[in-house]
């Protein structure tokens, strides 16, 4: 489902890194399987992830040295979020 890959590629940028699975079954996994309209299920990976500390707390979310560094760069160079070829480069 596209919503579903959607849901997956908000999730890692709003992380700053890719998900683990047991990130993926909490955050995405989960939420379609609690409701079958995929509206809604979109609406509640949203709010779990834009809730969560490894969004609000960038030093809090548990991110591989590769991933933290590629995000504090990022955060001073351009105030915002490590782009893909940032994320890639951290792979």
Do not use: C, N
């Not at 700053?16 to 609406?43: C, H, N, S, V, Y």
Request: no cysteine; glycine share 2%.
């Amino acid at each position: 489902v596209k919503v579903k890959a959607f849901a997956r590629t908000f999730a890692e940028r709003a992380f700053r890194r890719p998900l683990t699975d047991a990130e993926k079954a909490l955050f995405i996994d989960r939420q379609f399987e609690a409701t079958p309209d995929l509206e809604a299920a979109m609406k509640r990976v949203t709010l779990l992830v834009l809730k969560s500390p490894r969004f609000l707390y960038p030093d809090a979310a548990g991110a591989t040295e590769h991933y933290a560094v590629a995000s504090r760069l990022a955060f001073a160079i351009w105030d915002g979020p490590p782009d893909r070829a940032l994320l890639e480069a951290a792979a």
